[in-house]
């Protein structure tokens, strides 16, 4: 088996790599910067077709009635303009700035420049491509620019998942995986109507993008439980922890929701969906940022541990509250005669308050549930250990022979530590003061 390449980049190459992050980094501010006018009229312009191409093809465009029903609430098209360009800029700013960071702490790192790259390129361009094609329509001398840039980010990206952490394909076969998806990514890159024409073209395309998703998921399985380190899982952890909770986050402003129940296409409405898409997104920079730079220093399992107790305990209590109100609304409805008026949004004061009271009487019984069954689902190993030591400290209130104490104390560590090798050492009484030889 062949040795795997240096981690780190010397002499020439080092010089070489330097002067392309260079490049590509002045290539992707200069595009985030010139695009900001053509933003700006992007988002100021006023989408007349109907909704649904808006949706599709004019994003975070508002319609006419959208307009009107904003300047009833005193925020303006420019104003609503202004701020989204500001939201994406400092989305850009972001990304840029996290993998500048890298690359200043860890330029000679083979891994850390390929994240400082994937970071530049990909978050400035690829998260949200309304900048670049808006730039390109009002200036087509850009297209080459930022088709380069953008076809940087995708290489990169790809093979940062693939290889993170150690700079390995793991298993070997999954080089040839990334071939295969970057060409799929560069051949919609650079001709974007490819499989539009055709619907069938399109579904396959879809399933073809799903299964790459998959295969990357199981590599990267697969490299946690047989190849990884403790420290390298520890960084994992952190990028799975970010990228999952920074996509789910956008799942409001990704998904075909009916914006009529909000508003309509108020310009307000697609500034708080832009803003939520946005700031989830950052979570994926920062989170690989730690994860390169700072790992050690935070408790990931901690974090994790605290996410999966409350964002479930936040999910069953906003569950429980508005179904006891339409429970109480129900039940009013019927024993006193009261209309049932929850479907109309005039609900009934004394159906929120008994439900109000009902979530805060469940609110600690439920973490705690929540909890011990996180731990034991998910920590079996930690809840284990937990509950073992927990018993010895029972048994160390009524326990009096030494020797029984010591094998007890033992009996602890190797289950709880689970060490190659345990053993006690206890000092010997010392003899008494004047029992001691001169």
């Known amino acids: ?88 800029k400092i989305g850009d700013l ?13 330029s000679d790192d083979r891994m850390a420049l390929l994240t400082s790259l994937f970071l530049i390129a990909f978050g400035t361009l690829a998260i949200d491509t309304t900048d670049a094609e808006t730039l390109i329509s009002s ?28 700079g390995r394909f793991v298993p070997r076969w999954t080089r040839w995986l990334a071939v295969a998806f970057i060409a799929f990514q560069v051949a919609q890159i650079l001709f974007p109507d490819l499989y539009s024409g ?57 998904l075909p929701l009916d914006l009529n129940l909000v508003g309509g296409d108020t310009p307000l409405v697609l500034l708080v969906l832009n803003m939520g898409f946005t700031l989830s997104f950052l979570l994926v920079p920062l989170s690989i940022g730690v994860a390169v730079l700072r790992s050690h220093l935070f408790d990931i399992d901690v974090l994790i541990n605290r996410t999966l107790v409350y964002g479930l305990l936040t999910t069953l209590l906003a569950a429980g509250y508005f179904g006891s109100i339409l429970l109480f609304e129900r039940i009013g409805s019927l024993v006193y005669q009261v209309p049932f008026r929850a479907l109309t949004g005039q609900k009934s004061t004394l159906a929120v308050v008994a439900s109000t009271l009902t979530i805060a009487a469940l609110f600690n019984p439920l973490r705690r549930r929540i909890q011990s069954f996180i731990d034991r689902r998910f920590y079996r190993s930690k809840y284990d250990a937990a509950k073992t030591l927990e018993a010895f ?46």
Not at 94 to 106: H, N, Q
Not at 395 to 406: G, H, I, Q
Request: net charge neutral.
């Open 1 to 88: 088996m062949s040795a795997p390449p240096p981690a780190t980049l010397q002499g020439r190459w080092l010089l070489l790599a330097r002067m392309a992050w260079g490049a590509v980094a002045i290539t992707a501010l200069a595009i985030a910067l010139f695009s900001i006018p053509s933003s700006f009229e992007h988002y100021r312009t006023v989408c007349t077709a109907p909704s649904e191409v808006c949706t599709d093809r004019a994003l975070w465009q508002p319609t006419p009635e959208g307009v009107r029903a904003s300047q009833d609430v005193g925020l303006s098209l420019d104003a609503y303009a202004l701020l989204n360009v500001a939201i994406d």
């Open 94 to 106: 972001v990304w840029f700035a996290v993998g500048a960071l890298i690359f200043l702490r860890r």
């Open 139 to 166: 200036q087509p001398a850009w297209w080459l620019p930022v088709r380069g840039v953008e076809i940087v980010g995708v290489v990169c990206s790809t093979l940062f998942f693939l290889l993170f952490p150690n």
């Open 198 to 254: 055709s619907p069938a073209l399109e579904s396959v395309s879809l399933l073809v993008f799903l299964g790459f998703v998959v295969s990357f998921c199981w590599s990267l399985v697969y490299r946690y439980r047989r190849v990884s380190s403790a420290a390298q899982r520890q960084q994992t952890k952190w990028v799975v922890f970010g990228t999952t909770l920074g996509i789910a986050g956008t799942f409001p402003s990704q």
């Open 393 to 438: 400290s029972v048994k160390l209130r009524d326990e009096t022979d030494l020797d029984a104490l010591s094998d007890d104390l033992v009996g602890v560590v190797r289950e709880t530590m689970q060490p190659a090798h345990v053993s006690l050492w206890l000092r010997p009484d010392a003899p008494p003061k004047g029992e001691q030889e001169d």
